[in-house]
T-cell receptor
Framework: GENVEQHPSTLSVQEGDSAVIKCTYS??????FPWYKQELGKGPQLIID?????GEKKDQRIAVTLNKTAKHFSLHITETQPEDSAVYFC?????????????FGRGTSLIVHP | NAGVMQNPRHLVRRRGQEARLRCSPM?????VYWYRQLPEEGLKFMVY????????ESGMPKERFSAEFPKEGPSILRIQQVVRGDSAAYFC????????????FGEGSWLTVV
């Protein structure tokens, strides 16, 4: 089955700095890669996603890049703000074997210091 | 447009009791996923269901855990004879179904076993 590795587990930045979270996946047939943000006591919320036919996608201060050859994808947050502090999860799904079940990384706790 | 609804949000059970967690998917979604999140850990897949059909239960513990998604009503995750190790946040997500579809999470049910 799919295996998703996520790094770092904790990321501490100053307000205004950029933050980068990286994930690798094992199943080359995976074709959909969403990112979720989870605030304390709440459910994960989708913030951005990318499909395998695209190398990069951007939405305001958030961008995601995908390298299918290397089987890794990254989340980039620019001009970080304290409200960006949360746990971020990457996921991979859509394997050709019919697995529509997203496999998640272990999460990155992002702390943005004012 | 209501999102994924989970209840109860918080549940306390004594060891040996039963816990029932309910999930109503987003309008128009016919597929439901259950994930478990232990403290400081990621989202672990448990079971994937369609109406009246379990598609994949490879993440479900072999004993005490069961799930259903009847023709009418919410999906239910049932844990019999709970033990302290069952204490966790249980998240339900829904999607329209199919490969590469986004899944949307509810706010979770926090189970505490005392």
């Amino acid at each position: 089955g799919e295996n998703v590795e996520q790094h770092p587990s904790t990321l501490s930045v100053q307000e205004g700095d950029s933050a980068v979270i990286k994930c690798t996946y094992s199943d080359s047939a995976s074709n959909y890669f969403p990112w979720y943000k989870q605030e304390l006591g709440k459910g994960p919320q989708l913030i951005i996603d990318i499909r395998s036919n695209v190398g990069e996608k951007k939405d305001q201060r958030i961008a995601v890049t995908l390298n299918k050859t290397a089987k890794h994808f990254s989340l980039h947050i620019t001009e970080t703000q304290p409200e960006d502090s949360a746990v971020y999860f990457c996921a991979a799904s859509g394997a050709s074997g019919g697995s529509y079940i997203p496999t998640f990384g272990r999460g990155t706790s992002l702390i943005v210091h004012p | 447009n209501a999102g994924v609804m989970q209840n109860p949000r918080h549940l306390v059970r004594r060891r040996g009791q039963e816990a029932r967690l309910r999930c109503s998917p987003m309008k128009g979604h016919s597929h439901v996923y259950w994930y478990r999140q232990l403290p400081e850990e990621g989202l672990k897949f448990m079971v994937y269901l369609q109406k009246e059909n379990i598609i994949d239960e490879s993440g479900m513990p072999k004993e005490r855990f069961s799930a259903e998604f009847p023709k009418e009503g919410p999906s239910i995750l049932r844990i019999q004879q709970v033990v302290r190790g069952d204490s966790a946040a249980y998240f339900c997500a829904s999607s329209p179904g199919g490969s590469g579809n986004t899944i949307y999470f509810g706010e979770g049910s926090w189970l505490t076993v005392v």
